[in-house]
């Protein structure tokens, strides 16, 4: 399993959270979950960092069976929409810059105390 995130870094426009969120949820998402062989879309809104850390408002990750199931959904006409209501989105109610970052996922359960 792959997961490619997309990192908003910045700020959102001064008393405009709420309304950048609903966006998001609203305009953007729908999207998102269209995109061809995607098993799972998570969004993310940022509520709190450490002191000094870089602002992150937005984190979507969405993720894929194997790379080439990806590059597959990068190509589709479902990208290139979401990629047309995000430019709206960003434009209106976002200050920064959006960079991709490419994962693999190993997870490893925690035995519970009983």
């Known amino acids: 399993m792959i997961t490619r995130y997309a990192l908003f870094e910045g700020q959102v426009k001064k008393g405009q959270t709420e309304a950048f969120?609903?966006?998001v949820l609203e305009r953007i998402l729908p999207h998102w979950k269209q995109f061809p062989g995607a098993v799972e879309v998570?969004?993310?809104f940022s509520d709190e960092r450490d002191e000094g850390a870089p602002e992150f408002p937005l984190v979507l990750a969405i993720s894929y069976p194997d790379k080439t199931i990806m590059q597959a959904a990068l190509g589709?006409?479902?990208r290139a929409n979401s990629k047309a209501a995000t430019e709206a989105v960003v434009a209106e109610f976002f200050d920064?810059?959006?960079h991709h970052h490419v994962?693999?996922?190993h997870?490893?359960?925690l035995e519970q105390a009983s």
Do not use: L, N, P, Y
């Open 42 to 44: 998570r969004v993310m």
């Open 21 to 23: 969120r609903a966006a």
């Open 96 to 98: 920064g810059r959006i």
């Open 76 to 78: 589709s006409d479902a």
């Open 103 to 105: 994962t693999q996922a």
């Open 107 to 109: 997870s490893f359960a």
